[in-house]
């Protein structure tokens, strides 16, 4: 009995809920409206050069990824765009409010190659074995759950396949107000240590936004 309690114990404190501080905008409808026009907002394109991204995750005509926690959908065309009609962009994300604005966003730009994906905070529900790439553009921190949801994301992709994580850093000048240090949960360095313990290991990293985002991609082990 007292093998099976420490059993419990160890376990409640892997999968335990870690990014509550985070989260804390997102738990109601007017909170996730809120979210929503920062998540929108065209500054986006010059502080997260998101074609940087796409040119970093390798990705070709024909390829399969996953955008997870796509929110309002914005990396959405420069996925579609590089993948192309015989590609596949999955977009996914654990909010239907997001979901329903991506959605808006791929019908107004003729995206034909996304489909939509309603996930939860420990399994984003992404097909086994299939993926070239996965992305996590300010999404990391936000995981309550990073070592299932890890291990599910490493299910999904190929065995050639990459996980690029785009996060700010956790120190005081990567967000307004010094705000990264209550918001963002682990620094790179830590990040890479819990992403590496699940199954993953760094190919490279390199800054996105000088003093304030990073990239950081993986390959499975």
Not at 59 to 85: E, N
Not at 168 to 189: S, T, V
């Amino acid at each position: 009995m007292k093998h099976l309690a420490c059993l419990l114990l160890f376990c409640s404190a892997a999968f335990s809920q870690v990014a509550e501080k985070a989260n804390e905008g997102y738990q109601t409808k007017e909170g996730r409206e809120n979210v929503a026009r920062t998540l929108a907002d065209p500054g986006r394109d010059e502080k997260q050069r998101p074609r940087d991204i796409v040119d970093a995750m390798g990705l070709k005509q024909g390829m399969k990824v996953a955008d997870v926690g796509t929110g309002v959908g914005f990396m959405l065309p420069y996925l579609s765009h590089v993948v192309g009609g015989t590609g596949q962009v999955i977009a996914e994300d654990i909010s239907n409010d997001f979901l329903d604005k991506a959605k808006l966003k791929v019908r107004a730009q003729g995206l034909n190659n996304v489909t939509f994906v309603l996930g939860t905070d420990r399994d984003p529900k992404l097909p086994a074995d299939t993926l070239e790439g996965v992305l996590l553009l300010e999404v990391y921190h936000h995981f309550d759950y990073p070592e299932p949801m890890l291990g599910h994301i490493r299910d999904s992709l190929l065995s050639d396949g990459k996980l690029v994580i785009v996060d700010y850093y956790k120190r005081p000048d990567a967000m307004p107000g010094g705000r990264a240090m209550q918001h963002i949960r682990l620094d790179e360095d830590d990040v890479i240590k819990e992403v590496e313990a699940n199954g993953f290991k760094l190919a490279s990293k390199h800054e996105l936004a000088p003093k304030q985002m990073y990239m950081a991609i993986f390959v499975k082990k």
